[in-house]
């Protein structure tokens, strides 16, 4: 384990298991056609989320039968296993314990097993799992976010680009964009129907997330592992993981436009100064700005007692549109104040966490892929921009943020595995 990390750094920055840069022949888009055909599929991260998606895709297709798990830790996967085995999709569950593969590398016994992988660990190894499942041909379940740093998310890019040319299909974890309301709002938006968006204004206004008090025998890895939201070279810290969906939204308002520029503040205040909080932030607001002057801002803060809100206001030319999922509130309209479209309220809402695996299925079976790669890398990069902007002190351009050579990745996962620091804005560097 420890070994691999050297080789990890360099394969972040290098993408070199993908040969990324050599002609790759297209592939004829493969899929599984007959439906009485079974579809493998292997589930890496036996988490909260990598169990509900294994659940979805195992409901998506009758087909579907789960026969490899891999996770860093052998209680998890027995705690996912033990929730499925609840459910009326028991049949179709055959993992045996040779099939349950232990380690942050297990990824590499769980893709010769399969024909789709869920990608569902923490972040912070995604680029190289998504790397290595291109590479072995699977199709793909993405969990955002999908990078923590900018050599991640060229290395996304370039395993989307060689998804693309091999026929596989890549669905992102970014659940909005399979959300009915969420679709149906966002098309009238980049139809035009509230004419040109000039500005978003979001919110991701949450309280903190919940800690792991360290246990004897664990090493510092599992100690950051289990504490994994709360350390930022695994989950990109609160921006990057959690919202990034806000982002997501953001970049899906802007038709997928990048930014030219970001700045950005944050602090970390409210946080209790014990291990288990490692080394984020508990408060972010970025500003984005946009080619002929649009500009989006998002205010998100992980702190206890606070008032919450989860919500995306869209202006445009012509209107105004108001979007919360949880609300649900999901309307535009003019600037006399008069509603020009609103979402039906007897409209379909389908659970937007089934609809991503009916898709990815439905692809397979099809032999049409679905490639959501480049927008899911992108929003994670504009988090990833933000954040970068917040712990700098700078402002900085689209341009430099992505070409960062920032590895997030420690030089070594052996003891000891120090808890870096919350960066001070004015004196952290960059590395671009
Ligand atoms: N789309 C959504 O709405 C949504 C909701 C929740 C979580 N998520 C995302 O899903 C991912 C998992 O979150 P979660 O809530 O399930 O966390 P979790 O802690 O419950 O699960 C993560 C699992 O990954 C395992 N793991 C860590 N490193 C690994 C590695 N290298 N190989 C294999 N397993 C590894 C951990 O041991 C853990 O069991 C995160 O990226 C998170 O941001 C998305």
């Known amino acids: 384990m420890h070994e691999m990390s050297d080789s990890r750094r360099t394969f972040i920055k290098s993408a070199a298991l993908l040969g990324v840069g050599a002609a790759i022949a297209p592939f004829p888009a493969w899929g599984i056609a007959r439906a009485d055909e079974r579809i493998r599929i292997g589930l890496v991260g036996c988490g909260g989320r990598g169990t509900g998606a294994a659940l979805q895709a195992l409901n998506a297709d009758q087909g579907v039968v789960l026969v490899a ?10 705690s996912s296993l033990s929730h499925l085995m609840k459910e009326p999709v028991k049949d179709r569950i055959d993992v045996p314990a040779e099939r349950q593969f232990v380690g942050v590398d297990s990824i590499d016994q769980v893709l010769p097993l399969v024909d789709v992988v869920l ?15 291109v590479a072995a041909g699977k199709h793909i379940f993405c969990e955002k976010p999908v990078c923590v740093d900018a050599p991640g998310y060229r290395s996304v ?18 659940c909005w964009r399979s959300s009915s309301p969420e679709r149906a709002i966002y098309g009238e938006i980049l139809g035009g129907r509230m004419g040109e968006v000039v500005s978003v204004h979001a919110t991701y206004l949450t309280g903190p997330l919940g800690t ?11 100690f950051q592992l289990r504490n994994w939201q709360h350390f930022n070279w695994l989950s990109g810290d609160h921006l990057v993981e959690q919202a990034v969906h806000s982002v997501d939204k953001i970049n899906w308002a802007f038709g997928g436009r990048h930014p030219t520029r970001c700045t950005a503040i944050g602090s970390r205040f409210c946080r209790e100064e014990i291990p288990e909080r ?24 992980q702190q206890p007692n606070c008032f ?48 991503e695996h009916n898709t990815l299925f439905k692809a397979v079976r099809d032999g049409r892929p679905v ?46 595995l120090p808890i870096r620091k919350a960066p001070r804005p004015g004196q952290h560097g960059l590395s671009i």
């Not at 798990?69 to 027995?78: H, L, P, Q, T, V």
């Not at 990608?119 to 499942?133: D, I, M, N, V, Y």
């Not at 989307?160 to 974890?173: E, I, N, P, Q, W």
């Not at 509130?329 to 104040?337: A, C, N, P, R, V």
């Open 69 to 78: 798990m891999g996770d860093a830790f052998k209680d998890r996967i027995e």
């Open 212 to 222: 792991h008090s360290r246990q004897p025998g664990w090493s510092d890895l599992e």
């Open 119 to 133: 990608l569902c660990s923490t972040p912070g190894f995604r680029p190289e799992q998504l790397a290595k499942a």
């Open 308 to 355: 919450n809100l989860n919500d995306d206001w869209i202006n445009g030319t012509k209107g105004y549109a108001s979007v919360n999922g949880w609300g649900p509130t999901h309307w535009i309209k003019d600037y006399s104040g008069q509603t020009i479209w609103s979402y039906p309220k007897d409209g379909p809402t389908p659970d937007m966490y089934q609809v």
């Open 157 to 174: 890019l370039a395993s989307a680009k060689v998804a693309r040319a091999k026929g596989l299909s890549l669905v992102s974890g970014f």
């Open 371 to 416: 490639n959501e790669g480049e927008f899911m890398a992108d929003s994670c990069m504009m988090a990833i921009m933000g954040r970068m902007s917040a712990y700098s002190g700078q402002r900085l351009s689209w341009d430099d943020a992505v070409a960062s050579h920032e590895v997030l990745c420690p030089e070594s996962l052996s003891d000891p």
């Open 278 to 301: 490692g080394d984020i932030y508990d408060n972010f607001t970025c500003t984005w700005e946009y080619e002929h002057g649009p500009r989006a801002v998002l205010m998100t803060r």
